[in-house]
């Protein structure tokens, strides 16, 4: 974070409260801010402002009026008198939000705890009283800018935190049997030169006996249990040979020590479970967070749905309680929450629907009463109301959905790489070591002798630095990713895209930027002047229109009426920024895409048009793309007219236009039989279908539900350039695995022939085993400092 | 060379204390939150009275 970013509350041009750029003169961008900056004050906390420091990247604090969100299903009573609820919280910036949040929390009664988990932006809260206090509480947050969104703690609690615990319980378990037994085996191998008796030998190993076995049975089982389950399918993992290893190896140490032998590998057993299982504990937190970040990105936009009960009354609900047939009302800017048909707008005539975010088409669309409007569409007209439809009918979510799942079940399954590599592996280490004791005991050495040097071998050629070589560098790329907003969501994704040769993107919000930019053409004057009416308004095109403006300072006295526009009164008139009727405008020449009229009395009237807009980077992204290698080609369901021009300015020649879900899957099973590894990169729910059919997918953090439930990775921000990034760092991990395993057998094929002469005593072993996994583990930081 | 038990027995003690003590830690949530934790360690002198 630059020193830049930190925000003095003094520096003028910007707000006070959320730090957000604005007009000079004012200390506020907004009244919220000034009465969230007025009430941190008044609790003594403005020590909030000097230390914290705004993340760009993350929401601004700037108040917005609550939606409405009906908290009372989501709190859980615990029957002591106590309520819980647990949140997402949107907005928290750095340490010093944490420490605002609890501050005020700590000012209100009855709150037995109020407590901010940073790692993953929850916040929980547990009181005395009734659930109807949660509003309260929320609302005593949510004015000063931070949104609060609630969740279903058992629904989102999943199997894999117990998971990480156990494996935690697993490695310091593993970790104090390592550590205790490796200083017992260096008194042993001390002992060993200085004459140490057999009477003390013996002692130590049946100490160390005691040790290992109760941690070895508890730190291997998530080894056992996960060899166990792929041998019962029939399929071997890198699991299985590590398991016949520890345990063979263990058996065999036991039976020495009953024999009072001078030789046991116990340390060696130990160490080699603790080192694998820091890597699953790794491996484990990674892709855990990278997916957590991803539900929460989910979880922040799930919004209400507004039903209108018979007697005409507002009742939010939760989407999946809507009945079919119930009333639905969608406020103007606001997305539809289920499917369903339009019923009547509230002024008559038609509404005005954007549904880029699920057919692709780019341009809004006016629907009559009794059209169909898709969940995920925005309302850029006035509000409206709608008659949701029976789940399981023939909706186009429905109709997706079929097409992803049989997409996935056609695409095949995936085998990992160390998957791959233990089914070769594993024979070859298990026929080595049954050849050592068969040609040692023919040769007429004793059957221990034999069986020693056996242990010997599956000791060296246990597959510790080979088990690490591909995860350790999948931790450090997947950690590095999501520090750039880059979340990976399948634990085999980096490796399908170190295979991709062609990347193949969705136009609408993929390309281009979600939602429409203001086209050119503007004097600044004029922009500015109208920027002054639109920031008051929540609607789509007029926070485009602010937001192209730059900072402006609202106007005074302006009225919104709802789905027409905004008015303000001035001498001589009224000021105008709305649709074509309500600013009197003649309906010639008729509109070619979404429009805002600014009239002024005595002035032209002027017209801002909107359009949909290349990513800024698009064309450096794909041309970088290409440069690399890679075949780029554009599917979109969009209009061939409005496909040509974005193909164009993009440089990609190989475009096709108005493809159904049907069609995209059909085109990228042609290339999949040609041999092509595709990348898809898309966002609309018309494109989840071949998302899922692709060897790999990503799409953007604005993409539809369904598909970013589809897609194994998720991108933030504004740019494309993430999917260049994660291929590249695909690439290069590739690379250094195949080193690493290279690194790894190698040392194995040297070690094996002294093992199988019986060169190698325990010290040894352990020496050789720690020594090949930390050049692995070395080996595999090179992709951080490389990056 | 009896002293070894009493070496062995204290030593295994000290490490068994630690593995008991991080067992502890991990079911009482203490790792829930290491973000977190490394912000609060700057702030909690100075909190609201």
Same mark, same amino acid.
């Given at each position: ?67 409405? %969100? ?46 901010? /988990? ?83 030998? *013996? ?84 892709? /855990? ?220 919000? %993929?390309? %281009? ?58 001498? *001589? ?215 | ?45 100075? *909190?609201?009275?």
């Amino acid at each position: 974070m630059s020193v830049a970013a930190v925000l003095p509350a003094e520096t003028a041009a910007r707000c006070a409260h959320c730090g957000q750029e604005m007009a000079e003169g004012t200390r506020f961008c907004c009244p919220g801010c000034a009465a969230a900056f007025d009430a941190i004050q008044a609790m003594g906390l403005g020590r909030y402002y000097q230390r914290r420091v705004v993340d760009p990247t993350v929401r601004p604090l700037r108040p917005e009026p609550a939606d409405g %969100t009906a908290l009372a299903r989501f709190v859980a009573a615990d029957g002591d008198g106590t309520c819980t609820l647990q949140l997402m919280i949107d907005g928290l910036q750095c340490g010093a939000c944490v420490w605002l949040i609890e501050s005020v929390l700590a000012e209100a009664p009855d709150l037995i705890e109020g407590r901010v /988990n940073m790692t993953t932006r929850r916040l929980r809260l547990k009181w005395r009283g009734g659930a109807e206090r949660a509003a309260e509480l929320v609302g005593r947050i949510e004015r000063l800018g931070y949104r609060l969104v609630p969740f279903d703690a058992a629904a989102l609690k999943s199997a894999s935190a117990e998971t990480q615990h156990r494996l935690l319980r697993a490695l310091a378990v593993a970790g104090f049997a390592a550590g205790n037994l490796m200083l017992i085996s260096i008194g042993i191998w001390a002992g060993l030169s200085q004459g140490m008796g057999d009477a003390t030998r *013996g002692l130590m190993h049946w100490v160390s006996a005691v040790i290992a076995l109760p941690a070895i049975a508890y730190a291997g089982l998530p080894f056992f249990t996960s060899a166990a389950a792929v041998l019962r399918r029939g399929r071997t993992n890198m699991d299985v040979p590590i398991s016949i290893g520890v345990l063979l190896v263990t058996a065999m140490s036991l039976v020495e020590t009953m024999r009072g032998g001078t030789h046991t590998y116990f340390d060696s057993a130990a160490a080699l479970l603790f080192f694998l299982l820091i890597g699953r504990v790794l491996d484990h937190h990674v892709r /855990n967070r990278a997916r957590q970040a991803a539900e929460q990105l989910l979880g922040l936009r799930s919004t209400d749905v507004a039903i209108v009960a018979a007697d005409g009354a507002l009742e939010r609900c939760a989407v999946a309680q809507v009945a079919p047939g119930a009333r639905v009302l969608v406020g103007m800017g606001e997305r539809v929450g289920v499917d369903g048909t339009i019923d009547k707008p509230a002024e008559g005539g038609k509404a005005l629907i954007d549904a880029s975010l699920v057919t692709g088409e780019s341009l809004p669309e006016d629907l009559p009463p009794g059209a169909a409007v898709f969940a995920g569409s925005l309302n850029l007209g006035s509000p409206f109301t709608m008659i949701a439809s029976a789940t399981g009918e023939a909706t186009l979510l429905a109709e997706c959905a079929r097409l992803i799942d049989a997409a996935e079940q056609s695409r095949g399954r995936f085998v990992a790489l160390a998957d791959r590599v233990a089914r070769r592996y594993a024979p070859v280490v298990h026929v080595t070591a049954a050849a050592t004791y068969l040609a040692w005991w023919l040769m007429g050495a004793g059957w221990n002798t034999a069986l020693m040097n056996a242990a010997a071998v599956l000791i060296i050629t246990c597959p510790c630095a080979v088990a690490l070589a591909v995860p350790v560098v999948q931790v450090i790329a997947t950690g590095g990713l999501f520090r750039k907003g880059i979340l990976l969501k399948s634990p085999t994704v980096l490796e399908r895209l170190a295979g991709i040769d062609m990347v193949v993107f969705d136009k609408t919000g %993929t390309l %281009t930027e979600p939602g429409l930019a203001l086209q050119p053409g503007i004097s600044p004057a004029d922009l500015q002047e109208a920027a002054r009416l639109a920031v008051a308004s929540r609607h789509p095109l007029a926070r485009t229109l602010a937001a192209a403006a730059g900072p402006a300072a609202p106007a005074g006295d302006i009225v919104e009426r709802p789905g027409q526009g905004l008015a303000r009164t001035v001498p *001589g008139g009224e000021i105008r920024l709305g649709s074509r009727a309500f600013c009197g405008i003649g309906a010639t020449p008729p509109p070619d895409g979404p429009e805002l009229w600014f009239t002024r009395p005595g002035k032209a009237p002027l017209r801002f048009a909107f359009a949909e807009r290349l990513r800024e980077d698009a064309a450096a992204a794909i041309a970088g793309l290409k440069a690399r290698g890679y075949a780029v080609r554009l599917l979109s369901g969009d209009r061939p007219e409005a496909v040509a021009p974005i193909a164009a300015l993009a440089g990609i020649a190989d475009w096709q236009a108005g493809l159904s879900p049907v069609d995209k899957v059909a085109a990228l099973e042609k290339l999949r039989h040609a041999g092509r590894r595709v990348l898809m990169v898309g966002d609309g729910l018309n494109d989840g279908p071949a998302l899922a059919a692709a060897a790999a997918s990503m799409s953007p953090s604005t993409a539809s539900d369904v598909t970013q439930n589809v897609a194994d990775v998720v991108f933030q921000g504004r740019l494309i350039a993430p999917v260049a990034t994660a291929l590249s760092v695909a690439k290069r991990a590739d690379r250094l695995i195949r080193q690493n395993l290279v690194l790894a057998i190698g040392y194995n094929f040297c070690a094996v022939p002294l093992a199988i002469a019986g060169f190698v005593t325990p010290w040894l072993a352990a020496l050789a085993m720690s020594s090949s996994s930390l050049a692995v583990i070395l080996n595999s930081f090179r992709l951080e400092r490389r990056s | 060379m009896i002293v070894i038990l009493y070496l062995l027995a204290i030593s295994l003690a000290l490490g068994a204390g630690g593995l008991v003590l991080f067992l502890w830690a991990l079911r009482h949530g203490q790792f829930e939150d290491m973000e977190g934790a490394a912000q609060r360690i700057l702030f909690d002198d100075d *909190g609201p009275a």
